[in-house]
């Protein structure tokens, strides 16, 4: 929703649609109804640029949660004033050039809300690669990109902002989010791409911790809610260690693909980089 984000998952939802449909509801979407899977509330406890909730546009309950506090910031204006955000976005937008980018990163302790949340999305918009890093201090340390391409207009902003009218959006880490699950509660899970051998290979999170360790714990919580009912999808590496955190005996499928578009699995999943795990 109006980022660029590491690791962002629109690639899923344009490429790999059946993930979030069951085959019925694949052909209503054909006719231009959109069904999706059955599900009461929708969790999304790593939410990064929220391609998985903004394709769903889920018409209950949401909790919509992260361990980034400037990114829910930026959430909860855009969904308590689009127009302001609006507004204050593109006076940073009509002023970008170099000196003006690392001014606006430079004021690291903004009050105001809006304030705060459209220089979030003006840095996030034109730095490096769309990458949130922050030095020791917390402080913003991603050098300018070359994209300036932001045009989004103040309708898109107020879609948004109606798209999250029902959502919890909560600075918070997965352990908490994850507990509020419900039987029948659907949970989309995307954390950083850590494995055993290589818990540093996702830097692009500075402020966050997660290790094998936290990826480790996911998966047990997340088997916990697999008992209570909740469905589940997880996308991470295909790697053997993260697969076998999910047994395929307790009701998990393990599905490898490709960010392009194919519609078959290997069986051996041999040459497909990631992986969706799911109990749907
Ligand atoms: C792969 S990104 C999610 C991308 C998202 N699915 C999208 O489409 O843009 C992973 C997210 O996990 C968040 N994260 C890292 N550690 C976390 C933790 N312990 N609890 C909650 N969120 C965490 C990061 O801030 C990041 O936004």
């Known amino acids: 929703m109006l980022l660029k984000w590491a690791g962002g998952k629109s690639w899923l939802t344009n490429n790999h649609k059946q993930i979030f449909h069951s085959q019925e509801s694949l052909i209503s979407r054909a006719f231009n109804n959109h069904p999706s899977i059955e599900y009461k509330r929708y969790i999304e406890p790593f939410l990064g640029g929220g391609a998985v909730f903004k394709y769903l546009k ?56 809006i304030k705060k949340a459209s220089r979030f999305l003006y840095l996030n918009r034109t730095c490096y690669n769309g990458i949130y890093r922050v030095n020791s201090k917390g402080q913003f340390n991603v050098p300018i990109g070359d994209s300036k391409d932001f045009n989004a207009s103040e309708k898109e902003f107020i879609k948004y902002s109606k798209m999250l009218s029902k959502a919890e959006i909560k600075n918070e880490d997965f352990r908490i989010s994850i507990n509020k699950a419900k039987e029948n509660d659907l949970i989309f899970v995307d954390p950083p791409y850590v494995t055993k051998s290589n818990e540093s290979s996702f830097d692009m999170y500075s402020a966050n911790q997660f290790d094998w360790s ?17 469905h589940i999808i997880v996308t991470n590496i295909n790697d053997k260690d993260i697969c076998k955190l999910y047994d395929k005996k307790n009701g998990w499928q393990h599905k490898p693909i490709n960010r392009a578009n194919v519609m078959s699995y290997d069986s051996q999943g041999v040459k497909y980089k990631e992986v969706v795990i799911s109990n749907i």
């Open 58 to 113: 889920p018409v209950n309950k949401s909790i919509l949660s992260d361990i980034n506090d400037e990114l829910i910031g930026f959430y909860n204006c855009l969904k308590y004033k689009p127009k302001e955000l609006y507004l204050c976005t593109q006076n940073h937008m009509m002023s970008h050039c170099e000196d003006y980018y690392y001014e606006i990163r430079a004021k690291n302790n903004l009050e105001d809300e």
């Open 214 to 230: 936290a990826q480790e714990e996911l998966s047990e919580i997340l088997e916990a809610k697999n008992k209570e009912g909740s």
